[in-house]
């Protein structure tokens, strides 16, 4: 059997799409090293609805599943345990600054929430890391990204600073995002070392 040990890095299939705030540094996301994930950063093949999209209009589903249609073409043997995360500037539907958009595949819009991070002096970057590790130990509980009903059942509408914090006020954004952080509930549900796992690589060293 080939089958990949249950305790190999989780692959993030990192797909930027669109302009940025210049006080984000991509380059910092894909050099972040986990033990946990690894970081592939993918080019959209065909950037012209980025080009074109309107300052505050909104992404739908539907532009965003087209946008990364290619990608999963390109996954080799060793990339299998993985997810494509989406990273936009552009509001995209329902409002939500992070969600679950397909089977294996979520979306991060800093379109609501970047005030938020710079007026708490937080770097744009930590949200984004916080987020690859709340999905990867997602994926790691299931070996899958779980449907956003079970995913939202999951996460707890209280404010612990904890990556599973659901946030119904994106302002809360950055009391998950000051530093990695899972709580010891979430830790239990999971069933895996997520706490220790976490507590070994805070996102406070980040910056």
């Known amino acids: ?3 990949k ?3 190999s890095k ?3 299939r990192f797909v930027p799409i669109g302009y940025f705030p210049f006080d984000f540094n991509i380059s910092r996301i894909e050099k972040w090293k986990s033990c946990l994930f690894k970081v592939h950063k993918h080019e959209i093949t065909n950037p012209l609805r980025t080009l074109h999209q309107k300052d505050g209009s909104t992404y739908n589903d539907s532009m965003l599943l ?3 249609s290619d990608i999963s073409k390109t996954i080799t043997p060793e990339e299998q345990r993985s997810f494509i995360f989406v990273l936009t500037n552009s509001p995209v539907e329902e409002g939500w600054y992070s969600r679950i958009l397909a089977p294996n595949a979520v979306v991060m819009s ?3 929430v970047r005030n938020y991070l710079i007026k708490e002096h937080i770097p744009l970057e930590n949200a984004v890391i916080s987020l690859f590790y709340m999905y990867s130990l997602l994926y790691k509980k299931d070996s899958r990204i779980p449907e956003r009903e079970v995913e939202e ?3 707890h509408m ?3 600073a904890c990556i599973f914090d659901m946030t119904p006020s994106n302002a809360d954004i950055v009391y998950c995002s000051a530093g990695v952080g899972i709580c010891y ?3 239990k549900k999971l069933n895996i070392l997520g706490k220790d796992l976490i507590n070994k690589e805070p996102i406070r060293n980040f910056v």
């Open 185 to 187: 509930e979430c830790s």
């Open 5 to 7: 040990p249950t305790n």
């Open 10 to 12: 989780i692959n993030i």
């Open 158 to 160: 209280d404010t612990r």
């Open 110 to 112: 800093f379109s609501n």
């Open 153 to 155: 059942a999951f996460l």
């Open 66 to 68: 087209e946008d990364i």
């Open 1 to 3: 059997m080939n089958d």
